[in-house]
């Protein structure tokens, strides 16, 4: 299992970007979370598999059709105790 900590900009708010990727994240079989971050970015934490992860990566830099994503940082993370996949409030 490998942990992953996104932090991705653009047009990412107001586009049901959020409800996208837990939708996705589900089907990927990930365990994790994803919330609003006050900069206008988004901000999730995906822990699984390594191809798992792999894949929600390339999928979050097309997002949901409304969003326009311009970067994704992407870093390791340390595991948390997690269940399923959540919307955590905006930091």
Known sequence: MIVRRLIITGRVQRVFYRDWTIATAQVLGLQGWVRNRRDGSVEALLAGEEEQVARMIEACREGPPAA???????????LEPLSGFVRRPTS
């Open 68 to 78: 326009e994503v311009t970067n994704i940082d992407v870093s390791e993370a340390e």
